[in-house]
């Protein structure tokens, strides 16, 4: 009684540490984990006095960390700066839907293979997982997949947050080529999905004899409804639609189908005489990731880094410019570079204070080097419809502040 009295800072530090063998027992009981839950981070002052969370059936993000997708009437993008490393949490992976997201009972999934092939077949969903898996870490990126701003206050998930990478699971398709019987005469096939849009695209078998997938798992559970469940087509490399998201009928032929998707949608022109069609391969590109908007940095060394990719194969090289591109310097890639995977890279730079312009460019195993968007321009008349794939660059203020700069 006398130490308190000499004591007045009575805190509330002492009062948890004190009460802390009554609040170890005292989560033992319903009524102490329902206060247990009820606390949060801001009245634990000392995480050592008092028994922490136990465990539980799903895991939960820290209260500090808040990524969240930038979200539309028709997609949502995956925040890139905030990631780290190659694979995005599935619940971060971007949207791009036609019609919504269907609720399909996975008990009631059906997907239909017949036109031209020996013997049309039904496989439900644990047909599909009676066969050999098959498993591989690839990127997934929307053709749609670029935006600038003129004012430069806009983020990596904002300029291409339309990608993003994850391990799918599933069945190779080829297995089941072979099991209705594939005549050697067809050429394409149509990929029908469940959506309210019935998204359907045109597909060259000889994409789904090399390496598609009927995925039904997704870093390592069940695919997310937002992603195709209970099963989705997956091509990896190639450009998001094709990837037909709730799978339900596959129709063999010799020639592509002309859908409604594949002609008003992802058909653009070229100039005045020529159009641009089943442009399917996506593009070398890589970009910044930090420092970028709305980072502010300050003078001495900095760690660039950033992500690259590409739908022709694997990164072999990442170029970071420190001087709006006047000269440029070797990034260091992350293991492990993967085929048709996003790779990360990073570049120790020593920044003077002084206003620049920082880049990079990536060079994939063909050789092809990502361009600039004026090299695009000139290329596609104009056209800012679909595959765009620029450097990107990010403007240094003396004060620190980065915004975007359009190359």
Not at 25 to 37: N, Y
Not at 138 to 153: M, P, Q, T
Not at 289 to 295: G, L, Q
């Amino acid at each position: 009684m006398m130490e308190i009295q000499k004591d007045n800072k009575f805190s509330r530090r002492k009062l948890l540490g004190g009460a802390a063998t009554a609040a170890v027992v005292l989560v033992q009981t319903a009524s102490g984990k329902a206060f247990q839950a009820g606390m949060t981070h801001k009245e634990i002052e000392d995480t050592t006095k008092i028994q922490g969370v136990l465990p539980g059936t799903l895991g939960t993000r820290s209260d500090f960390e808040k990524p969240v997708k930038a979200p539309s009437p028709t997609s949502s993008r995956t925040p890139l700066q905030d990631l780290y490393g190659t694979i995005t949490p599935s619940d971060l992976h971007y949207e791009r839907h036609h019609g919504g997201v269907p609720a399909i009972d996975p008990s009631k999934y059906e997907l239909v293979i017949h036109g031209m092939v020996d013997k049309p077949m039904v496989f439900t969903l644990a047909d599909l997982k009676r066969f050999p898996s098959v498993s591989r870490i690839a990127f997934l990126e929307c053709s749609g997949n670029y935006r600038g701003a003129n004012d430069g206050k806009i983020r990596p998930q904002d300029i291409c947050g339309l990608t993003s990478q994850s391990e799918w699971t599933g069945v190779a398709l080829s297995t089941l080529f072979r099991e209705v019987g594939v005549s050697s005469k067809a050429t394409w096939f149509l990929a029908e999905g469940g959506d309210a849009a019935v998204m359907t695209r045109s597909v060259p078998m000889t994409k789904g004899w090399k390496d598609a997938i009927i995925a039904y798992a997704q870093n390592g559970e069940a695919v997310r409804p937002e992603q195709g469940y209970p099963a989705r087509l997956f091509l990896p490399g190639w450009e998001g639609n094709t990837s037909v998201k709730w799978i339900r009928r596959i129709e063999v032929s010799d020639q592509p189908y002309m859908t409604r998707e594949e002609t008003s949608k992802y058909t653009e022109s070229v100039g005045p005489a020529k159009i641009r069609q089943f442009s399917f391969t996506m593009d070398t590109r890589s970009i910044i990731t930090y420092p970028s908007y709305p980072a502010s940095v300050e003078k001495g060394w900095i760690e660039i880094r950033g992500i690259a990719w590409s739908g022709r194969g694997k990164i072999v090289r990442v170029e970071v410019s420190t001087n709006a591109g006047k000269s440029w310097q070797l990034a260091a890639l992350q293991d492990p570079v993967l085929d048709k995977s996003i790779t990360a890279f990073r570049y120790l730079w020593n920044w003077d204070g002084e206003p620049t312009e920082i880049m990079s460019r990536a060079i994939d195993e063909t050789g092809y080097v990502q361009p600039f968007l004026k090299q695009l321009l000139e290329a596609r008349g104009g056209n800012m419809g679909y595959h765009f794939n620029p450097v990107t660059a990010w403007y240094l203020q003396k004060d620190g502040k980065v915004l975007f700069k359009a190359t």
